[in-house]
């Protein structure tokens, strides 16, 4: 039997409002998604949809009404292996690429967060990872292999992946409006206070610099 380092709670939505509580649910539950060893992917539907999955890769419960995201600590703590031991506070670097879903040590993601611009946690539908690869900023094809590094499996075309994208060239919120593919900013990290804006779109807002993209500005 295949056993994977975590849990899953993959989300199905039909639009980017239905996943404003739970990006907030996420950011306010950090710390005991991380002792539960859960991930959470989103895939673009026509419908909504929460299916959780236990380590053996196997579908454990599912819920079509967005209110059960409350129940779903409860119902891990009921399955085999249930909580795990408290882990050691991670780093702020760590709490940013697990909020994010990205990869940690991995040379292909050490800019983010690291830099003045690379500060937007930006989840890429299917559209808008292509138009990015093909107008000269390849974050397409990056994304899509460090989900693959993250998860254990490759991305759909409807499945968002994350990557760290420009807030000073406003990438993120460049793609979200032109595609209607799901794309959209999960949350926004300020350099100069260390403070992380969920479900902020404004990111010219906050940016410390401001900078040209290819394909976007």
């Not at 709670?9 to 990006?23: A, R, T």
């Not at 994304?143 to 499996?153: I, L, M």
């Not at 994208?165 to 993120?172: D, I």
């Amino acid at each position: 039997m295949v056993m994977y380092p975590h849990r899953l709670l993959h989300i199905f939505f039909k639009n980017g409002s239905q996943l404003d509580p739970i990006h907030q649910w996420e950011y306010d539950h950090q710390a005991r998604i991380d002792q539960y060893s859960l991930q959470l992917i989103y895939t673009h539907s026509d419908h909504f949809l929460m299916e959780l999955y236990g380590f053996d890769g196997e579908k454990k419960w599912s819920s079509k009404r967005i209110q059960d995201l409350s129940r779903v600590f409860l119902v891990i703590s009921m399955m085999p292996m249930g909580s795990q031991s408290p882990r050691s506070s991670s780093s702020k670097k760590n709490v940013l690429f697990n909020l994010c879903g990205l990869p940690t040590n991995d040379p292909n993601t050490s800019h983010c967060f690291a830099d003045s611009t690379h500060q937007t946690c930006c989840l890429l539908g299917g559209q808008a990872r292509r138009y990015a690869d093909a107008s000269g900023n390849p974050i397409g094809k990056a994304s899509e292999q460090a989900f693959f590094k993250k998860y254990g499996f490759a991305p759909s075309e409807k499945t968002l992946t994350p990557w760290c994208t420009c807030m000073g060239s406003g990438v993120c919120t460049y793609y979200a409006r032109k595609f209607a593919d799901g794309t959209h900013p999960k949350f926004l990290h300020r350099m100069d206070n260390g403070e992380i804006l969920v479900n902020q779109q404004n990111e010219n807002k906050y940016a410390m610099i401001h900078h040209k993209t290819p394909g976007v500005s």
